[in-house]
């Protein structure tokens, strides 16, 4: 008689296919929170608070408007730029481009390759 053992996939198994996912870590700080608050809002972000950090993940692309931002914050215009974001995000994946406004993130490079200037045409 033989014994039949059931096979069950992990979930923490490899997977090499592109998720189509962007997203940051932010400090659980004051800021982050407000960060955290205000991306909320935006339809393809989820936002996840963890006890050291907050977890900010978008499908496709994501962008981080600098002015919204510093409003939520009680702030002028212009309080929170690239610099701010920097000093309060742990990590980061995906695209990431700065701009004086905002920062972009894309889940694919190729989204990304008209604000970097790469020349997607093989040549």
Do not use: W
Not at 39 to 45: A, C, G, I, L, S
Not at 50 to 57: G, T
Not at 78 to 103: C, K, Q, V
């Amino acid at each position: 008689m033989t014994t039949l053992k059931a096979v069950v996939d992990s979930p923490f198994k490899s997977d090499n296919t592109a998720s189509n996912k962007c997203g940051f870590t932010l400090m659980n700080n004051q800021v982050g929170m407000v960060v955290a608050d205000v991306m909320r809002t935006k339809d393809n972000v989820t936002v996840t608070p963890l006890p050291s950090m907050i977890r900010v993940d978008a499908v496709g692309t994501m962008v981080v408007d600098y002015a919204e931002i510093s409003e939520a914050l009680g702030e002028e215009p212009g309080f929170f730029d690239a610099a701010e974001f920097e000093e309060n995000m742990s990590t980061h994946y995906g695209r990431m481009i700065h701009e004086d406004d905002r920062t972009i993130m894309f889940a694919n490079p190729e989204d990304a390759a008209e604000f970097i200037g790469f020349d997607l045409t093989a040549h």
